[in-house]
């Protein structure tokens, strides 16, 4: 299966997913919100976000922010549309396949933020998406990515292997994607920082664009 075939797969899948999705996502984003104005909040002048689903994240944003939300699924968007308002910056949302971003021009980035995008990309497509980071980061633009991963504790690893037929069939995640291992491969964004917001299931990868 090529790419784009991969793409449209998970456009259908978020076509059906969007209606439910905040209703669905709600148990999680009670974690979620508490974290979502540092995961933020320090972030300045032009932001990219890629997968920016249903603009959880825009109020928690900087007014200092020049903002560009991109999402694969145009029903997404369209409940970021009405999350809009809630912003202190300027945002403009679009429709943009994060593989290949084709309207966004190169280094035009000082930001490119993402929470759990992904780990909802089969591994094939995951490094189109992060030499797409590197080519819209401008050098010494910096990068941020909240991922969900396996645990090693067993315990915990455990309740994730219940859950895991559910989150791959409704989002089409993941907790065995290798994130963090693509990003180390990329030629020209270097990983300053990894750490983990809660256990060690959600990781934040944090870097810049050599």
Known sequence: ??????????????????????????????????????????????????GVGTGRNLEFYHPDVDLLGIDLSERMLRKSEKRKAKAR????????????????????????????????????????????????????????????????NERIRKKQMVFAPFVEKVYGARFDRNTLQYVEQSATLAVSNTSFLKDDTYLLIEGVRV
């Open 89 to 152: 910056c300027n945002v403009k949302l679009i429709n943009e396949d994060a593989t290949v971003m084709s309207s966004i021009p190169s280094s035009q980035f000082d930001w490119v933020f993402s929470t759990f995008m992904c780990c909802v990309m089969p591994d094939e497509i995951q490094a189109l998406a992060i030499e797409q980071f590197s080519r819209v980061l401008k050098p010494g633009g910096r990068f941020r990515l909240l991922e969900l991963v396996f645990s090693k």
């Open 1 to 50: 299966m090529t790419p784009n075939e991969k793409n449209v797969l998970l456009q259908s899948k978020y076509s059906v997913t969007a209606f439910f999705y905040d209703m669905l996502d709600y148990p999680w984003e009670r974690r979620y919100r508490k974290w979502r104005p540092a995961l933020v909040g320090d972030l300045r002048g032009k932001v990219l976000e890629a």
